[in-house]
Protein backbone atom coordinates (compact mmCIF):
# COMPACT_ATOMS: atom_id res chain seq x y z
CA UNK A 1 0.00 0.00 0.00
CA UNK A 2 0.95 3.64 -0.82
CA UNK A 3 2.45 5.73 2.72
CA UNK A 4 -0.26 8.30 3.62
CA UNK A 5 0.62 11.80 2.67
CA UNK A 6 1.14 14.86 4.30
CA UNK A 7 -1.29 15.48 6.63
CA UNK A 8 -4.40 13.13 7.36
CA UNK A 9 -7.35 13.44 9.59
CA UNK A 10 -9.51 10.17 10.86
CA UNK A 11 -13.38 10.45 9.59
CA UNK A 12 -15.14 6.84 11.03
CA UNK A 13 -14.88 3.46 12.22
CA UNK A 14 -16.53 0.68 10.75
CA UNK A 15 -18.98 -0.33 13.11
CA UNK A 16 -17.95 -3.46 13.25
CA UNK A 17 -14.06 -2.20 14.13
CA UNK A 18 -12.10 -4.02 11.38
CA UNK A 19 -11.55 -0.09 9.69
CA UNK A 20 -11.10 3.25 10.10
CA UNK A 21 -11.76 5.91 7.69
CA UNK A 22 -9.53 8.78 6.56
CA UNK A 23 -8.69 11.60 4.48
CA UNK A 24 -5.45 12.16 3.33
CA UNK A 25 -4.13 15.33 1.80
CA UNK A 26 -1.17 16.70 0.27
CA UNK A 27 0.53 20.46 -0.50
CA UNK A 28 -1.45 20.07 -3.87
CA UNK A 29 -4.85 20.73 -1.82
CA UNK A 30 -6.10 17.32 -2.79
CA UNK A 31 -8.00 15.15 0.24
CA UNK A 32 -8.72 11.29 -0.81
CA UNK A 33 -10.30 8.46 1.12
CA UNK A 34 -7.92 6.26 2.76
CA UNK A 35 -8.97 3.23 5.35
CA UNK A 36 -6.82 1.44 7.76
CA UNK A 37 -6.75 -2.17 8.85
CA UNK A 38 -7.68 -2.57 12.70
CA UNK A 39 -6.64 -5.92 12.53
CA UNK A 40 -3.41 -6.18 10.36
CA UNK A 41 -2.86 -1.99 9.80
CA UNK A 42 -3.02 -2.60 6.04
CA UNK A 43 -4.08 0.46 4.31
CA UNK A 44 -6.37 1.11 1.74
CA UNK A 45 -6.84 4.36 -0.56
CA UNK A 46 -10.33 4.75 -2.46
CA UNK A 47 -8.22 7.16 -5.19
CA UNK A 48 -11.84 7.84 -6.98
CA UNK A 49 -12.86 9.76 -4.11
CA UNK A 50 -11.40 13.13 -4.03
CA UNK A 51 -12.29 16.78 -2.91
CA UNK A 52 -10.81 20.00 -2.90
CA UNK A 53 -11.35 19.58 1.47
CA UNK A 54 -11.91 16.60 3.82
CA UNK A 55 -14.16 14.32 2.42
CA UNK A 56 -16.52 14.08 5.98
CA UNK A 57 -16.81 10.34 5.82
CA UNK A 58 -19.57 8.74 7.61
CA UNK A 59 -21.04 4.53 7.62
CA UNK A 60 -24.14 3.75 7.76
CA UNK A 61 -24.97 1.35 10.74
CA UNK A 62 -24.81 -1.68 8.59
CA UNK A 63 -21.34 -0.90 7.21
CA UNK A 64 -22.76 -0.94 3.80
CA UNK A 65 -23.45 2.35 2.65
CA UNK A 66 -20.82 5.05 2.64
CA UNK A 67 -21.50 9.19 2.66
CA UNK A 68 -19.05 11.79 2.08
CA UNK A 69 -18.74 15.42 0.34
CA UNK A 70 -16.64 16.21 -2.09
CA UNK A 71 -16.11 19.63 -3.71
CA UNK A 72 -15.58 22.96 -1.03
CA UNK A 73 -15.69 26.43 -1.46
CA UNK A 74 -19.47 26.69 -2.12
CA UNK A 75 -19.84 24.10 -4.30
CA UNK A 76 -20.13 20.99 -1.84
CA UNK A 77 -21.91 17.98 -2.90
CA UNK A 78 -22.77 15.15 -0.42
CA UNK A 79 -22.65 11.62 -1.96
CA UNK A 80 -23.70 8.12 -0.86
CA UNK A 81 -21.99 4.83 -2.59
CA UNK A 82 -21.98 1.67 -1.41
CA UNK A 83 -19.08 0.19 0.71
CA UNK A 84 -16.44 -1.16 0.00
CA UNK A 85 -16.61 1.91 -2.65
CA UNK A 86 -17.72 0.83 -5.98
CA UNK A 87 -17.52 4.08 -7.84
CA UNK A 88 -21.33 4.30 -8.40
CA UNK A 89 -22.54 7.58 -6.37
CA UNK A 90 -25.70 9.11 -5.52
CA UNK A 91 -25.71 12.43 -4.72
CA UNK A 92 -28.13 13.89 -1.96
CA UNK A 93 -30.22 15.92 -3.65
CA UNK A 94 -30.15 19.61 -2.33
CA UNK A 95 -29.93 23.20 -3.45
CA UNK A 96 -27.37 24.39 -1.27
CA UNK A 97 -24.07 23.04 -0.52
CA UNK A 98 -24.47 20.52 2.23
CA UNK A 99 -21.71 19.09 4.31
CA UNK A 100 -20.68 16.90 7.29
CA UNK A 101 -23.29 13.37 6.58
CA UNK A 102 -24.41 11.59 9.59
CA UNK A 103 -26.48 8.34 9.33
CA UNK A 104 -29.12 7.85 11.73
CA UNK A 105 -29.14 4.80 13.67
CA UNK A 106 -31.48 2.61 11.87
CA UNK A 107 -29.79 3.49 9.01
CA UNK A 108 -32.82 4.87 6.99
CA UNK A 109 -31.85 8.40 6.97
CA UNK A 110 -29.34 10.74 6.88
CA UNK A 111 -28.59 14.27 8.12
CA UNK A 112 -26.36 16.76 6.85
CA UNK A 113 -25.74 20.74 7.06
CA UNK A 114 -26.34 23.53 5.08
CA UNK A 115 -25.57 27.61 5.87
CA UNK A 116 -29.01 27.81 7.26
CA UNK A 117 -30.10 24.45 8.88
CA UNK A 118 -29.53 21.28 9.57
CA UNK A 119 -31.57 18.82 7.31
CA UNK A 120 -32.76 15.05 7.43
CA UNK A 121 -33.04 13.37 4.14
CA UNK A 122 -34.52 9.54 3.79
CA UNK A 123 -32.72 6.55 2.25
CA UNK A 124 -34.16 3.66 0.78
CA UNK A 125 -31.48 0.81 -0.09
CA UNK A 126 -33.92 -1.63 -1.52
CA UNK A 127 -34.62 -2.58 -4.23
CA UNK A 128 -32.63 0.20 -5.44
CA UNK A 129 -31.21 3.28 -4.59
CA UNK A 130 -32.97 6.09 -3.45
CA UNK A 131 -33.05 9.15 -1.75
CA UNK A 132 -36.74 10.60 0.26
CA UNK A 133 -37.38 14.71 0.34
CA UNK A 134 -35.39 16.27 2.80
CA UNK A 135 -36.74 17.90 5.46
CA UNK A 136 -35.17 20.72 7.86
CA UNK A 137 -34.89 19.57 11.30
CA UNK A 138 -33.09 22.72 12.96
CA UNK A 139 -32.75 25.85 11.39
CA UNK A 140 -29.87 28.54 12.32
CA UNK A 141 -28.45 28.54 15.02
CA UNK A 142 -25.29 25.89 16.67
CA UNK A 143 -25.09 23.20 13.54
CA UNK A 144 -25.09 25.62 10.98
CA UNK A 145 -21.64 25.44 9.24
CA UNK A 146 -20.05 24.96 5.73
CA UNK A 147 -17.55 22.20 4.43
CA UNK A 148 -15.14 23.79 5.63
CA UNK A 149 -15.52 23.59 9.45
CA UNK A 150 -15.45 20.55 11.63
CA UNK A 151 -18.57 18.86 12.48
CA UNK A 152 -20.28 19.54 15.79
CA UNK A 153 -22.99 16.85 16.01
CA UNK A 154 -23.27 13.55 16.14
CA UNK A 155 -26.49 11.37 16.78
CA UNK A 156 -27.35 9.45 19.92
CA UNK A 157 -27.49 5.95 18.74
CA UNK A 158 -30.70 3.87 20.40
CA UNK A 159 -32.24 7.37 19.52
CA UNK A 160 -33.30 9.37 16.83
CA UNK A 161 -32.04 12.33 18.86
CA UNK A 162 -28.84 13.85 18.01
CA UNK A 163 -26.24 16.42 20.12
CA UNK A 164 -24.23 19.37 19.67
CA UNK A 165 -21.39 21.21 20.78
CA UNK A 166 -22.33 24.92 20.49
CA UNK A 167 -20.51 27.74 21.71
CA UNK A 168 -21.46 29.93 25.20
CA UNK A 169 -23.35 32.92 24.48
Not at 21 to 33: A, I
Not at 134 to 142: K, L, W
Request: proline share 8%.
Amino acid sequence: AAPIDEFGMAEAAHPDGSLILFSHGSTGGLWKLGALSTRDGTLRHFGHIISNSGLQASLSPDGQWLAYVVGGGGTSTTCVEPFPPTGVKYEVPHRIEAAHPVWMPMGRSLMFKDYFALWQVGVETTPSFRFGPARPVQRGGAVTSTASTRRNLDVIFGTDSFIAVVPPE
